[in-house]
């Protein structure tokens, strides 16, 4: 599909932005920083291959908007293909982000999922001791009362 115009739509990258969003449910900000976790970096790949194959973009113009160069936005493509072809999370994520996409009306701000709590480490008390043993020639633990 040919680019329709040498700059992006800001109204249609925020309505792609907002359902991309609302499926991998990471905040639209964190998907347009530079935050590198796992669940952010396959949100904001989801949102970069919309961007072309929906919003009818080149990778020049998404790395351009996106402040990344093309090669990443190529990556993103081969990525989301491959998870598409196999049934991975990014599938889910686009197949989520393109069922809302009719829905979010233009203009409308893009609502902030809640975050998600992290999970707190389990604190032990001061009284707790790891249980002393070894291991036999068998390979299995031996725990000493």
């Known amino acids: 599909m040919a680019p329709r115009t040498t700059e992006i739509d800001e109204a249609e990258a925020r309505r792609i932005l907002s359902a991309v969003s609302q499926a991998s449910g990471i905040r639209a900000a964190s998907i347009m920083g530079w935050d590198r976790s796992s669940e952010v970096a396959l949100a ?19 790395a351009k908007y996106m402040g990344c160069d093309h090669s990443s936005i190529w990556y993103a493509i081969q990525r989301v293909k491959f998870d598409y072809e196999t049934g991975g999370e990014r599938a889910l994520v686009l197949s989520r982000a393109a069922i809302l996409l009719p829905n979010i009306a233009l203009g409308q701000p893009i609502p902030v999922p809640p975050k998600k709590p992290k999970s707190k480490r389990p ?11 070894h291991i036999d020639e068998s390979g299995a633990i031996i725990c000493a009362p």
């Not at 904001?44 to 998404?62: H, P």
């Open 44 to 62: 904001r790949q989801v949102y970069q291959f919309m961007l072309i194959k929906r919003g009818g973009y080149n990778a020049q113009q998404v």
């Open 123 to 133: 604190v032990f008390d001061e009284n707790y001791k790891p249980p002393v043993g």
